[in-house]
């Protein structure tokens, strides 16, 4: 394949910029997709490392990166690459970001931003089970201050992954609520699907929680980007959250479950959860109700309502009409990608004509590199990333204890 090279012949910046992938899995191979639909800007992805050479070596041969570096740490020393795209497991995230920054690359952050994988040193038998939610809570705020003091030290920037930003329908629903100058009153929102099939997400101490961390930070991170551009369209300042009340559960436990056979959707959790539910609170008195589960049959499930004062208005960015099909016998497609996570391609389904595009990957990638260029904030920030945390968390902290947790306390940044 051709190198990971662009020049366009409408630029809106002259410059070079060059791009270190780190990781080689999942979300490094859909950013390299999502790369190829960046337009407006000349960059190159330059690199890429893994502690799985193997693995980055065919990435590269794949999407035609014309060097794979020993380790990650020799792509953090090449002076000569601007952007950093850290695309590793959770749990490497926050090391990841604090020696970016000192080596002063700007940064690309894959959701979400951190998290808690049990206390310093722990075995690899350690469980989240009878953990307090409260101390995870407190460990993640010092995290946060930790990754915020790094960002500023360096003056680099910091770019959070949040793809639903920038997912056509959502990016279409604020328009309309602004347009229609409305109140937001009440957000509703869910990313549901019928389970992870990564080892990593059975346990906390590798996923840092369940459903909630994992799915629910979607529409969390949808829901505030919304009410942050409504405050600072009436008063220049970003509407926060200040409460949250939130639910967790196993579903996959029900006894009358567990008996049967075959089972459609994933089971296997250890100490996390697979359904998750909170109401948000926010400084206004609006609130979202938001939702994740991994036992939702029949393919991904990506929604969000806003229901303002003068508009209503559903983004449906999985599924959603733009393409329907049918078929009475499922091999007829075998070939062809139909949508994620649905576990039959026989009958009626929903075929994604680009789910990258509908998702927002390449406007995403397309902003942060125009945010490096330009140097200006990009629009999803290290403010919606430790927000989402912070939410993800309290939230936690809420289920535990069976009571609102009020985040004010937290919100001095």
């Known amino acids: 394949m051709l190198p990971l090279l662009y020049r366009t012949q409408k630029r809106t910046s002259s410059t070079m910029t060059r791009i270190g992938i780190v990781g080689a899995g999942f979300s490094a191979r859909f950013h390299l997709e999502s790369y190829r639909k960046v337009y407006g800007y000349q960059f190159e992805v330059a690199g890429i490392a893994s502690r799985d050479r193997s693995r980055a070596e065919q990435l590269a041969k794949h999407a035609g990166i014309p060097h794979v570096y020993e380790d990650p740490q020799e792509l953090l020393r090449d002076k000569t690459i601007d952007i950093v795209d850290i695309c590793l497991p959770n749990h490497l995230h926050v090391p990841f970001i604090l020696e970016a920054a000192a080596h002063g690359k700007h940064i690309i952050c894959e959701k979400p ?58 990016v279409k629903l604020d328009k309309l609520m602004a347009a229609s100058q409305s109140t937001i009153l009440r957000i509703e929102g869910e990313e549901s699907h019928s389970g992870s099939h990564a080892p990593y997400s059975r346990r906390w101490q590798t996923a840092g929680g369940g459903s909630l961390l994992r799915l629910c930070v979607h529409p969390i991170g949808a829901a505030l980007h919304l009410k942050y551009a409504e405050g600072r369209r009436r008063t220049g ?87 329907q099909a049918y078929t009475p016998d499922s091999r007829y497609f075998d070939t062809e990608y139909i949508v994620e996570k649905t576990e039959t391609k026989g009958g009626w389904s929903f075929p994604a004509p680009d789910e990258d595009a509908v998702t927002g990957y390449p406007e995403e990638l397309r902003d942060f590199i125009g945010a490096v260029q330009e140097d200006r904030a990009p629009r999803s920030d290290l403010l919606l990333a430790m927000d989402v945390l912070l939410l993800v968390y309290a939230g936690y902290q809420s289920a535990a204890e069976g009571r609102e947790v009020d985040l004010r306390p937290y919100l001095n940044r």
Not at 130 to 151: F, H, N, P, Y
Not at 161 to 166: C, H, K, L, T
């Open 113 to 170: 931003l951190g998290g808690y994988f049990g206390p310093e040193n722990a075995g690899g038998d350690w469980s989240a089970k009878g953990w307090s939610r409260k101390a995870m809570l407190d460990a993640i705020v010092e995290q946060i201050g930790v990754v915020e003091t790094a960002i500023s030290r360096a003056g680099v920037t910091f770019c959070y992954a949040e793809n639903w930003v920038y997912a056509p329908p959502i």
């Open 237 to 323: 300042v970003p509407i926060r959250p200040v409460t949250v009340r939130a639910h967790v559960a196993n579903l996959s436990e029900i006894g009358s479950f567990r008996q049967e056979e075959p089972k459609h959707i994933v089971t296997g959790w250890e100490d996390v959860e697979d359904f998750a539910t909170l109401i948000v609170t926010f400084e206004d008195g609006s609130v979202a109700q938001l939702t994740s589960t991994d036992t939702r049959m029949g393919g991904i499930r990506n929604f969000l309502s806003a229901y303002g004062s003068r508009a209503v208005v559903t983004a449906n960015i999985n599924p959603n009409t733009t393409c």
